[in-house]
């Protein structure tokens, strides 16, 4: 099993950068696929981006491709995801997931574990 914390969310001008981390506890880290998502009120949780175990294999969904950037640290236990250009439509509570296998799914029913999210709000 893995427990995860979400930090690093806040109020950011648009067009700033802001870097969320995710710590775990668990072991072995190293054996979790990670995933970031994210949740507006009233709409469904959607995937943001993903990182294989090992750091292979990352995925981005589509309005965060090319602006985000996912990276994980497994020294470290943490995951990252650095987020560039932010927009309004980015403002959401942001929640770090993981998920035993290789797979980097982008189905939040895919993953067994999460945190309690951290909110991002970007202002215009």
């Known amino acids: 099993q893995v427990q995860l914390v979400e930090s690093g969310g806040g109020l950011v001008q648009a067009g700033g950068p802001l870097r969320l981390t995710c710590t775990a506890s668990g072991r072995p880290f190293s054996s ?3 995933g970031w998502f994210r949740q507006a009120p009233g709409e469904e949780r959607d995937f943001v981006a993903g990182i294989g175990r090992g750091g292979y294999g990352s995925n981005y ?3 965060e491709k090319g602006r985000f950037t996912i990276s994980r ?3 470290k236990s943490a995951v990252y995801l650095q987020m560039n250009s932010l927009k309004p439509e980015d403002t959401a509570n ?3 997931a993981a ?3 290789l797979a980097v799914g982008t189905s939040a029913a895919e993953y067994d574990f999460w945190g309690q999210g951290t909110q991002v ?3 215009s």
Request: net charge negative; glycine share 12%; proline share 6%.
């Open 94 to 96: 942001y929640y770090c």
């Open 121 to 123: 709000t970007v202002s």
């Open 61 to 63: 969904g589509y309005p």
């Open 73 to 75: 640290d497994d020294a």
């Open 32 to 34: 979790y696929a990670m």
């Open 99 to 101: 998920v035993r296998g």
